[in-house]
């Protein structure tokens, strides 16, 4: 795990420039009047780099992290458990890109494009590179825990702790939710954004109502 961590912080050392520009790509050009953001103190970047770098190494680290866990476990499961936890696993991970897609691509750049150009007759934008990458980054990553939230329903419904007709009962509290969840998610408050965000959600609640569904036969048979 620690040479996992020390890998990649090193490759994020290496190949910062590119990240930056990367992470700063949602922004279009918009964050000051050369389209680059601004720091304001003589330690500002080398403080923020240091930052990407620990990140950089924590996202190389943690997926060994999980797979010697798992490894460690391994003995002590049944072949049935080792196989859903790796279902799991698998799907986790396949959601938590979805998630940061979804906001890399879709949420960033709208927000942003609202964001940046209210006001522009007022006042020229001048962003600190530091509060963009704070944001950027916190939406990167909440979006990718929210779109767990099937897997979460369907966790939920193979421990019977709630099961796929209590989340039906809930459905229509659902919506409200969601639209509380986004306002809290984007960094505006415009109603186009949080219908970005408040949409899928919906469909990933029912997503998750769907694969609550599916383990219903075996809890049935198990009554």
Do not use: C
Request: net charge positive; proline share 5%; glycine share 8%.
């Amino acid at each position: 795990m620690f040479v996992a961590f020390g890998v990649g912080a090193s490759l994020t050392w290496y190949f910062r420039t590119t990240i930056f520009l990367w992470l700063l790509a949602p922004a279009g050009g918009r964050l000051s009047g050369t389209g680059q953001p601004i720091f304001t103190g003589p330690t500002e970047m080398f403080g923020l780099t240091v930052s990407l770098v620990m990140k950089g190494g924590i996202v190389v680290a943690a997926p060994v992290l999980v797979y010697h866990t798992y490894r460690f476990l391994g003995p002590l499961l049944n072949k049935r458990l080792r196989r859903t936890i790796s279902l799991f696993l698998v799907l986790g991970f396949i959601l938590y890109l979805g998630g940061t897609a979804f906001a890399y691509f879709v949420l960033l750049p709208t927000g942003l494009r609202f964001l940046l150009n209210f006001g522009t007759d007022i006042a020229t934008p001048m962003i600190r590179i530091t509060e963009y990458m704070d944001m950027a980054v916190a939406m990167l990553f909440w979006l990718g825990v929210v779109f767990e939230l099937p897997l979460l329903m369907l966790l939920l419904a193979k421990l019977r702790v709630m099961s796929h007709k209590t989340f039906k009962r809930i459905r229509r509290y659902v919506p409200a939710t969601a639209f509380i969840l986004a306002a809290i998610i984007t960094p505006t408050f415009d109603i186009i954004n949080q219908t970005l965000v408040a949409i899928p959600l919906i469909l990933l609640y029912e997503a998750g109502v769907f694969l609550a569904w599916t383990v219903r036969p075996r809890q049935v048979k198990g009554a």
